[in-house]
């Protein structure tokens, strides 16, 4: 959350990048990874 820099991948490829912020608003994968594991969805 307080990188500089976050790369998201989808099968092994580059899908995005960017900061928190911006991926929050524009990334499906990232948004559903970080609020999976806000909820404690990584047990």
């Given at each position: 959350m307080y990188s500089d820099r976050i790369i998201v991948m989808?099968?092994?490829r580059i899908s995005d990048m960017g900061?928190?912020?911006?991926?929050?608003?524009?990334?499906?994968?990232?948004?559903?990874?970080?609020?999976?594991q806000m909820e404690g969805g990584n047990e």
């Open positions: 989808d099968k092994g900061t928190h912020d911006e991926l929050m608003a524009r990334s499906v994968i990232y948004r559903e990874v970080y609020n999976s």
